[in-house]
Nanobody, 124 residues
Framework: QVQLVESGGGLVQAGGSLRLSCGASGRSISNYAMGWFRQAPGKEREFVAAVGWSPGTTVIADSVTGRFTISRDNANNTVFLQMNSLKPEDTAVYYC?????????????????WGQGTQVTVSS
């Protein structure tokens, strides 16, 4: 079993940046694809980004392409989401998830373990 804990959320002005971290425990994430999702109030959970076993195999949602970057540090069992040029519509709770596959997925049901989420609020 993998335990995931997100951190790094907070309040930021539009145009600013945040870096989210997802720390894993229980097992090494080196054999897990990792993903980030978000959920805004009253909306469904939305895919943001995913990375496979290989750090170069990333998938980014169209809504954040060019602004967000996902990366992983297997040695420290951590996944990151670098968020630049933030917009008010990026406001949501951001969740980290893992799946025991080599490649990431855009679908939340493909993930096995989830963190509790971290709040990101972008003010205009």
């Amino acid at each position: 079993q993998v335990q995931l804990v997100e951190s790094g959320g907070g309040l930021v002005q539009a145009g600013g940046s945040l870096r989210l971290s997802c720390g894993a425990s229980g097992r090494s994430i080196s054999n897990y694809a990792m993903g980030w999702f978000r959920q805004a109030p009253g909306k469904e959970r939305e895919f943001v980004a995913a990375v496979g076993w290989s750090p170069g195999t990333t998938v980014i949602a169209d809504s954040v392409t060019g602004r967000f970057t996902i990366s992983r540090d297997n040695a420290n069992n951590t996944v990151f989401l670098q968020m630049n040029s933030l917009k008010p519509e990026d406001t949501a709770v951001y969740y980290c998830a893992s799946r025991a596959r080599s490649s990431g997925s855009r679908w939340s049901e493909d993930y096995d373990y989830w963190g509790q989420g971290t709040q990101v609020t972008v003010s205009s």
